[in-house]
């Protein structure tokens, strides 16, 4: 039972336009979402994150967007540029005690071309 | 540096051979949590720690996998007589409970790759 999906396996993006990837989720229970980036042979590294109770976070480049009706998440990365090509990770949480205990999307690979 | 720090890096072991992996989590962080992650997919959550408790190892692969944190700082997860499926990489995380949003954030160590062959 997949219950945090990233269907898109890679995605592939000019340097200096938009990259967008995509997340989706079936347990309402989950309240909070992080998006990692992991580069090969290394542990993933924290991008940003978002509550439930919002609908948007932004930090810098990156912009995640949650759509809870639809279960559904988005990092947003503007402009993308070549030292972004990594693999990226959607995960969920519940809150209360179980918060950290990740649940984890399968990654999407963004290659960004110069 | 003062991140999640796991050693050994890599480990090369033989089928039946006991392995253990340690993590140093960031200082002052309480909570301490162990991930799995094999080759095309994402981090599989494994047990995690308040302090020196253990508060869930229901996820846990086998009981051949057995993990401590005896006084509440460093970790170490232990796999008993390795088989090749437990090739894979050993993530190890930490957090800071708290009411601050920073206390949400949870970081990774580098990881401690395992072959088994």
């Known amino acids: 039972d997949q219950q945090v999906k990233q269907n898109s396996p890679s995605l592939s993006v000019q340097e200096g336009r938009i990259s967008i990837l995509n997340c989706d989720y079936t347990?309402?229970?989950?309240?909070?979402f992080l998006w990692y980036k992991k580069y090969p042979a290394e542990g993933p590294t924290f991008l940003i994150s978002?509550?439930?109770?919002?609908d948007k976070n932004e930090d810098g480049r990156f912009t995640v967007f949650l759509n809870k009706s639809a279960k559904h998440l988005s990092l947003h990365i503007v402009p993308s540029q070549p030292g972004d090509s990594a693999v990226y990770f959607c995960?969920?949480?519940?809150?209360?005690?179980?918060?950290?205990?990740?649940?984890f999307g399968q990654g999407t690979i963004l290659t960004v071309h110069p | 540096d003062t991140g999640v720090s796991q050693n050994p890096r890599h480990k090369i072991t033989k089928r039946g051979q006991n392995v253990t992996f340690r993590c140093d989590p960031i200082?002052?962080?309480?909570?301490l949590y162990w991930y799995r992650q094999t080759l095309g997919q994402g981090p599989e959550f494994l047990t995690y720690?308040?302090?020196?408790?253990?508060?869930?190892k229901s996820r846990l692969l086998s009981d051949r996998f057995s993990a401590e944190r005896p006084k509440g700082s460093f970790s170490t997860l232990e796999i008993q007589r390795t088989e090749q499926g437990d090739s894979a990489m050993y993530l190890c995380?930490?957090?800071?409970?708290?009411?601050?949003?920073?206390?949400?954030?949870?970081?990774f160590g580098e990881g401690s790759w395992l072959t088994v062959v």
């Open positions: 995380a930490s957090r800071k409970t708290g009411a601050s949003s920073s206390g949400n954030t949870i970081y």
């Open positions: 347990n309402s229970m989950f309240d909070y």
């Open positions: 978002i509550s439930s109770i919002k």
């Open positions: 995960a969920a949480s519940a809150g209360g005690t179980s918060y950290g205990k990740l649940t």
């Open positions: 200082s002052e962080h309480n909570r």
């Open positions: 720690f308040q302090n020196e408790a253990q508060l869930e």
